[in-house]
């Protein structure tokens, strides 16, 4: 059966020793896609099982890692879904899923690189301008930042107004010309080019907008809120190139 990760907070040790610990542990397994899922169970479950020399070679360069918090892969189908924006705006709105995809698109191309070290390259994403929707809102004067939670009940993220507003942040609704998939936060998640991946929330289920920063799930555990791409977020473990 597949399982997911709970990425490991700030401080901890990853690569090799956290990745053994995990597949040995079999109390957090790893999925990374249904592909992907195979051949851990083919490969990386044989070799574990050995000395595990050369495991690192195995960890997935170029792939997506699913993360939950919640030890669960939350689902809600598009017909469900909804956008609420709310808070310090003229006017808060409820979006559904065609709403949202009527609204002008975006594209982004950017490699995608979690804080604890994968990066997938040239990861394309279509959604929703972040600072479209504030827009149609209507931001009062008082607001200086959002709050985004997600309908998986737990994880939420921060973003300055200013930082919203950036042309490379988003809501998006697609990875690479399909439609975002549910292990991947769809139908609708955050996407902040820009930033870590620990920023871009899935499941998105809710925006407020708020007079000041209110740290995120990770950021509550010490990453940083502003996490922009190459700010190690006190690891030394980060990608060089
Ligand atoms: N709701 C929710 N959003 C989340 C996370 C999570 O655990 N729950 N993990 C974050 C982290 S640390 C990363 S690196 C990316 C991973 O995206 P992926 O699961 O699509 O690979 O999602 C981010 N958004
Ligand atoms: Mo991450």
Known sequence: MAQTVREPGPGTPVGRRVFLGLVGAGAAGILWGAKANDFLERTVGKLVSKDGTGLSSLLPIGRFRIYTVTGDLPSRSKAAWRLKLH?????????????????????????????????????????VRLGDLLDRAGVQPSARALRLTSFDGEYTESLTLE???????????????????????????????????????????????????????????GYDVDGWVGKSNGRDDRPTS
């Open 87 to 127: 808070g310090l705006v003229d006017q808060p709105y409820v979006l559904t899923y065609e709403d949202l995809r009527a609204m002008p698109p975006l594209h982004v191309t950017r490699d995608f690189q979690c804080v604890t070290g994968w990066r997938v390259h040239s990861v394309g994403w279509t959604g």
């Open 163 to 221: 930082q919203a507003r950036r042309a490379d942040v988003m809501i998006a609704y697609q990875l690479d010309g399909s439609d975002l998939s549910s292990e991947h936060g769809g139908p609708v998640r955050l996407y902040v080019a820009p930033m870590y991946g620990y920023k871009s929330l899935k499941w998105l289920d809710t925006i407020e907008v708020v007079d000041k920063v209110i740290p995120g799930y990770w950021e509550q555990q």
